[in-house]
């Protein structure tokens, strides 16, 4: 298997020197996605975000910049990416403005109510019950909460092939955006924006608790 395969099945959970190089990667290149996703929030008085699948924990310094009254949790469930997480928001950290934990989208470790925002960047694709796993980020949501989930693939026939060896590889979920209303709408959500970029492939969804 080359290199850049074994990068992409470290996408999943990114672990070792190779889940760091994931992250690296992330953080070059995806900070365009995620400034197009944020572009979809007004985060004017927002004042609790959970992060989902936090990975290097650059969203989350960013998102703390933009709610600078927000307190902010990020979970993943990779270890190694919860130290990074961590090194990379350490003063946030020590401010008592963000908490990482390592923790599963199946079993959030929250109250209910807890959150008026929750977000997801590149990590739906690998949730193991999507409609049941978004269902629980449901229960951790204030009423009227919204959940922002940001991609970088779809299913398109245009990207099919690129898209099907990520899938096969990293043994990943996509949905075309037509299917994206049916399965927030299952888990007791309202699709408040679909949004793509079909040129390259990128969708962003934002939902409110129902």
Not at 115 to 120: R, Y
């Amino acid at each position: 298997m080359s290199r850049k395969d074994e990068l992409v099945k470290q996408c999943r959970k990114p672990t070792g020197s190779l889940g760091l190089q994931v992250a690296e990667n992330m953080n070059k290149n995806h900070r365009e996605l995620w400034q197009w996703g944020f572009s979809h929030l007004d985060f004017t008085g927002i004042k609790s975000i959970l992060d989902i699948g936090c990975g290097s924990g650059m969203t989350v310094k960013l998102m703390a910049e933009l709610a600078p009254n927000a307190v902010l949790s990020a979970i993943d469930y990779s270890p190694d990416m919860v130290e990074l997480a961590c090194n990379t928001c350490c003063e946030l950290i020590d401010g008592g403005r963000v908490a990482i934990v390592q923790a599963e989208v199946s079993d959030l470790c929250f109250d209910d109510a807890s959150f008026e925002l929750a977000t997801a960047f590149e990590t739906y694709y690998f949730w193991p019950d999507l409609v049941n796993d978004l269902k629980e980020i449901n229960r951790t949501l204030k009423p009227g909460g919204r959940l922002l989930l940001v991609n970088e693939c779809y299913s398109d026939p245009a990207f099919e092939e690129r898209n099907s060896r990520c899938v096969s590889l990293a043994r990943m979920q996509i949905h075309t955006p037509a299917e994206y209303e049916g399965f927030l709408s299952a888990a007791g959500f309202r699709l408040v924006k679909l949004d793509t970029i079909p040129e390259k492939n990128w969708i962003t969804a934002l939902a409110a608790k129902a």
